[in-house]
């Protein structure tokens, strides 16, 4: 959508603490429409395996943070060697579910949005709320709840930077662009017959 005007990352807006309703709306609508569309379910499998051949390293990491005194160490330790295990186990089989069409790497560094007008003029973001999703070399049909909570991690990563700086009006405000993600992605799939289990899709999305 608006291509020619989409040239600025997502992700420059949540940095900012500002975050553009417009774009979530069409956004979520857009994901939702891809999630009901069609795609044959032997396309692009290497991207599959390429992603769940790093999970073994992944899960031989997460157990070796048992070993330091980090805060991130402390929490291996309380979880246990086999829950971490059993986390990744449950990745893993998530990652090779096909439940829908899905970008798999949807995260706000990949979507491009309107640059923010000149300085003299007094508004927030571009006129149209064009955005543009690009890197689609990861497409796949994938789980449900992986694009959507690929969307929510910079949000999120940006949440507890603002919070940790004292900027709560902030952080509220991006957890309401979050919410509005949700509402107008799950209102979209209804419309479009897509799945009909959105609970399971949003504990994947949190997930």
């Given at each position: ?6 040239n ?5 807006q ?6 553009d309703?417009?774009v ?12 009901c569309?069609?795609?044959d ?16 390293s992944?899960r031989s990491?997460?157990l ?7 805060r991130?160490s ?29 970008n ?12 923010k007008?000149d300085?003299?003029?007094?508004q ?10 690009c ?15 690929r969307l929510?991690s ?23 662009y ?18 009909d289990?959105?609970?399971?899709h ?6």
């Amino acid at each position: 959508m608006g291509a020619a005007q989409a040239n600025e990352q997502l992700s420059n807006q949540f940095i900012e603490g500002v975050a553009d309703k417009r774009v979530a709306k069409k956004l979520a609508k857009a994901v939702a429409a891809l999630h009901c569309s069609q795609m044959d379910v032997s396309f692009n499998t290497e991207a599959r395996d390429c992603m769940i051949d790093l999970f073994p390293s992944f899960r031989s990491n997460m157990l070796k943070l048992g070993q330091g005194s980090s805060r991130a160490s402390k929490t291996a330790v309380e979880l246990g060697k086999e829950y971490v295990s059993e986390i990744w186990d449950n990745v893993e089989a998530s990652h090779r579910s096909t439940d829908v069409p899905c970008n798999a790497d949807l995260h706000a560094f990949n979507v491009l949005v309107e640059g923010k007008p000149d300085v003299s003029v007094l508004q927030r973001f571009g006129d149209e709320g064009s955005f543009v999703i690009c890197d689609w070399e990861m497409a796949m049909v994938g789980p449900l709840g992986l694009d959507i909570g690929r969307l929510y991690s910079i949000p999120v990563a940006y949440i507890v930077a603002h919070a940790l700086s004292g900027h709560e009006h902030v952080t509220h405000h991006l957890i309401e662009y979050m919410n509005l993600v949700w509402s107008e992605y799950a209102s979209e799939m209804r419309n479009l017959g897509g799945k009909d289990d959105l609970t399971t899709h949003y504990r994947n999305v949190l997930g």
